[in-house]
T-cell receptor
Framework: KQEVTQIPAALSVPEGENLVLNCSFTDSAIYNLQWFRQDPGKGLTSLLLIQSSQREQTSGRLNASLDKSSGRSTLYIAASQPGDSATYLCAVDQFGNEKLTFGTGTRLTIIP | DGGITQSPKYLFRKEGQNVTLSCEQNLNHDAMYWYRQDPGQGLRLIYYSQIVNDFQKGDIAEGYSVSREKKESFPLTVTSAQKNPTAFYLC????????????FGPGTRLTVL
């Protein structure tokens, strides 16, 4: 059974710093990995999707990497801003499943 | 405006009542999903549907029911058999028979009184 872990559960950093969020998964037979953002009381917003054949994807200040063999993905946020404060979740789409397996998320706070 | 809508935003239910949560999408996606989110836990899949008139149980389907009579609509009924229904419910859809990006609605917060 696929398990997805995100550590730490919470992270606070000063504004302007670069930061990395981590996601690990136990079964490397994946179709893709997706990163989402969730603001309090809201739905999820898709940030990046990395296909299993890709190593990384970039969107603006965000860069997501994927290392299937080690079961890890990272989300790099450059020049953090207070508006980046949210919970970030990763989810894995595994071969043989028609559904995503989500991590529990990292709650990020950017300190002005 | 393309996207997913959920209604109502807040819903209060008395014990023993069934309630239905609405989810509509105009993205022309084949696949639709219902998730439940509880504090400190990840999203858990309740039901999903890859095509009209077909749906499958997710990880926590007990006490819930769904229908998929139209491509754009996937309502969720929380029945009285669901012992702890107070939670935040999220609907999502995706293209590519589930392997594309999932797009989420704004959610419905259900509280049992």
């Amino acid at each position: 059974k696929q398990e997805v872990t995100q550590i730490p559960a919470a992270l606070s950093v000063p504004e302007g710093e670069n930061l990395v969020l981590n996601c690990s998964f136990t079964d490397s037979a994946i179709y893709n990995l997706q990163w989402f953002r969730q603001d309090p009381g809201k739905g999820l917003t898709s940030l990046l999707l990395i296909q299993s054949s890709q190593r990384e994807q970039t969107s603006g200040r965000l860069n997501a990497s994927l290392d299937k063999s080690s079961g890890r993905s990272t989300l790099y946020i450059a020049a953090s801003q207070p508006g980046d404060s949210a919970t970030y979740l990763c989810a894995v789409d595994q071969f043989g499943n028609e559904k995503l397996t989500f991590g529990t998320g990292t709650r990020l706070t950017i300190i002005p | 405006d393309g996207g997913i809508t959920q209604s109502p935003k807040y819903l209060f239910r008395k014990e023993g009542q069934n309630v239905t949560l609405s989810c509509e999408q105009n993205l022309n996606h084949d696949a639709m999903y219902w998730y439940r989110q509880d504090p400190g836990q990840g999203l858990r899949l309740i039901y999903y549907s890859q095509i009209v008139n077909d749906f499958q149980k997710g990880d926590i389907a007990e006490g819930y029911s769904v229908s998929r009579e139209k491509k754009e609509s996937f309502p969720l009924t929380v029945t009285s058999a669901q012992k702890n229904p107070t939670a935040f419910y999220l609907c999502a859809s995706s293209s590519d028979r589930g392997h594309g990006t999932q797009y989420f609605g704004p959610g419905t917060r259900l509280t049992v009184l």
